[in-house]
């Protein structure tokens, strides 16, 4: 029985050593993301977003990163969760581009004449898809 207790102890020193781990990783990405306001034409509002680089980013100018847009960029802790995931599982480090959706996460990602539970749900994702590709694309 003593066994089993001291198995016990290592793994929850072991998931609390990992746990702080994991946090000072995410801490330290949050604390290197810049954020950045680009007025949009297409979408007729100023957007906000966050550019997480890798951390050899400055040492290695000529280097080509993939470069990665997503959502809810206003939920910090999620995109640096997903810089630090996908710098585990992709092995390579790239450039994460995380756009706010500002509340409007429904309008912008929902297709004109979408129907839910026979319902209008109808968004503007075209506006959206073109504010991406056309101006905040060419920005970064």
Do not use: C
Not at 7 to 15: D, E, R, S, V, Y
Not at 63 to 77: A, C, H, Q, S, W
């Amino acid at each position: 029985m003593a066994w089993i207790k001291n198995l016990l102890a290592i793994g929850i020193l072991t998931a609390a050593g990992f746990s702080l781990t994991l946090t000072g990783a995410l801490y330290l990405i949050e604390q290197d993301a810049k954020s950045y306001t680009i007025a949009s034409i297409k979408m007729g509002e100023s957007r906000p977003y966050r550019v997480y680089l890798p951390s050899d980013y400055k040492n290695s100018p000529d280097k080509n990163y993939l470069v990665i847009y997503t959502v809810d960029g206003e939920r910090v802790r999620n995109s640096s969760l997903a810089v630090l995931s996908g710098r585990m599982v992709a092995g390579q480090d790239f450039i994460l581009v995380a756009i706010d959706m500002m509340g409007k996460r429904e309008r912008d990602l929902r297709r004109t004449g979408a129907k839910a539970f026979g319902r209008d749900t109808s968004g503007q994702s075209e506006k959206f898809l073109n504010f991406i590709e056309h101006e905040l694309i060419p920005n970064i």
